[in-house]
């Protein structure tokens, strides 16, 4: 086992505010979009079975975090070797710095709705700068803050929301909006699970964090079997009633237009410390001569920059693509916990193993294959092409080391 000094533990509620805080923003957009494409009890069977996938996904990667006293970067050492995990944490870099820049394009956003509200205008590079002054400020001075700013900054947003749902409601007999549904049940429970996945992936980063397992769980059944399910349900069903493809424009009809935008600037602020705390995590795997103050100021701030333009239309595809193919790296390393790792995660194992696992990245390649052919509904397993990519991964692994490796051979 590592004997690597580790902060102060915390309780599982704590992280279970700076997770929703990081979910808040990607949901409330998402919800938006499932909500105005689906009827309303159909948005509803999406979100609690997508939620409920995504949070066994999260228990079960938690566990492993808290066990490990490791955060993801360093547990996929064991399972992608010592080089070859610098592939897969170059992958995670990706995804999460596309996401930091995705939300402060968001923040931009809606900052530029927020002036147009009372009639200014201005350009979105300013705009930009000024949340990420603000995000990146929260994430330098590391978890502790981040912790601290998730405590005071979640009850406030969680009660911004409710405030504003209660407005919508009372402001206008909204009974549903009669449109037919332009996406299949699949494909919607897909993207609930989709939108989170990277972040169920990565739980560890802040379930090795915890006072124990116990609270592992904690922190991620409120974070993806409560809170998750609750704030896409408040996002998707004001769109469902109204008819409306934002949540700002639903709320526009109940003259809710400012609290809503002002809800979604928070929002964007705190999720965007919580997405640059793990890029800096796992960039400072491979870029070792810069300490992490310095490494969360210029993600930020490169992220600030292409934020400012028109980012959208590039990175979403890629985006999804990402959400297909990091599952399959929880597939597999969680199942080289249960096959070898349950005693501890020993160090020097690590020398004994092949640097690049070339049988590992053939089973990754192959799962986010299949992932790839049920998004496009050219073969169906569980309808959910982010579980299949995991399920499939997990079983090829599990056949590789039972029938290529000797037993307790990778073990402590």
Known sequence: MTSSTQPATVPGFRIALIILGIAMSPVLLA??????????????????SGSLVL????????????????NTYQIVRFAFGTRGSRAINALFALALFGWTAVTANSFGHALQDLLALAGW????????????VLFI????????????????????????????????????????????GTMSLGVATSSVVGTFMIL????????????????????????????YPALFIAGAVPCALSGKVTLVGAMALAGMAL???????????????????????????????????????????????????????WFIPFLL???????????????????????????????RQPAVPVATFVIWGVATLIGLMTSHELLTLTAIPSLDALLTAAALYALKSKLFERPHALAQ
């Open 259 to 313: 609290p809503a935008v002002l809800m979604l600037l928070v929002a964007t602020i705190t999720g965007n410390a919580g997405n640059l705390f793990q890029a800096t995590l796992v960039t400072a795997t491979f870029v070792k001569w810069l300490p992490k103050p310095k490494i969360t100021l210029l993600l930020g701030v490169l992220a600030c920059l292409l934020g400012s333009f028109d980012i959208l239309s």
């Open 31 to 48: 919800a938006s979009t499932l909500g105005s494409r689906l009827v309303l009890h159909d948005a509803l069977y999406a979100i609690v």
């Open 121 to 132: 205008q201005a350009p979105m590079l300013p705009l930009v700068l000024v949340g990420g």
């Open 200 to 227: 169920a992936t990565t739980m560890p980063d802040f379930a090795s964090l915890v006072h124990n397992r116990r609270h592992a769980l904690i922190g991620a059944i409120l974070a993806l079997g409560v809170a």
């Open 55 to 70: 949070c066994a996904i999260g228990c079960m990667t938690g566990w492993v975090g808290v066990s490990a006293r490791m």
């Open 137 to 180: 400020g929260a994430t330098a001075f590391g978890f502790e803050v981040l912790d601290n700013i998730a405590l005071v900054a979640i009850p406030v947003l969680l009660l911004m929301l409710a405030w504003n749902l209660q407005r919508f409601f009372a402001a206008a007999p909204f009974s549903g909006h009669d449109h037919i």
């Open 321 to 351: 693509f990402l959400g297909i193919a990091v599952p399959p790296i929880a597939g597999i390393y969680l199942t080289d916990y249960v096959l070898h790792r349950r005693g501890g995660y020993d160090e020097a194992a690590l020398a």
